[in-house]
């Protein structure tokens, strides 16, 4: 069984900071791409940001750049999304997705989400004073 679980959402206050674990499980994370996507009430599922399966590439949407940060650690088989100076407009359901494709992690992420095999059930993430 392969299966994906985002954990680490919560409420938080603006400026605050989260950290998203993606952790996986019935297989290792080493050989795939990670992506993380996130959908708002009533708007479309973005982007977010990527990493490729070396951890070498990594790509973020412009909304984010210079707040949230990904890494991932293959002892611990899970993908992390570190976010800093959260924002009321972060507010969203944040999904992991990975797949063995390189071409996952692409700048534009959004156009080329479905090409993601695992996706995870979502974790909320609120910003709210």
């Known amino acids: 069984q392969l299966q994906l679980v985002e954990s680490g959402g919560g409420l938080v206050q603006p400026g605050g900071s989260l950290r998203l674990s993606c952790a996986a499980s019935g297989f290792t994370l080493d050989y795939y791409n990670i992506g993380w996507f996130r959908q708002a009430p009533g708007k479309e599922r973005e982007g977010v940001s990527c990493?490729?399966?070396?951890?070498?590439?990594?790509h973020f949407a412009d909304s984010v750049k210079g707040r949230f940060t990904i890494s991932r650690d293959n002892a611990k088989n899970a993908v992390y999304l570190q976010m800093t100076s959260l924002k009321p407009e972060d507010t969203a359901v944040y999904y992991c997705a990975a797949d063995r494709s390189p071409l996952v992690c692409h700048p534009a992420l959004a156009t080329i989400q479905y090409k993601y095999d695992y996706w995870g059930q979502g974790t909320q993430v609120t910003v709210s004073s």
């Open positions: 990493i490729d399966s070396s951890g070498g590439t990594l």
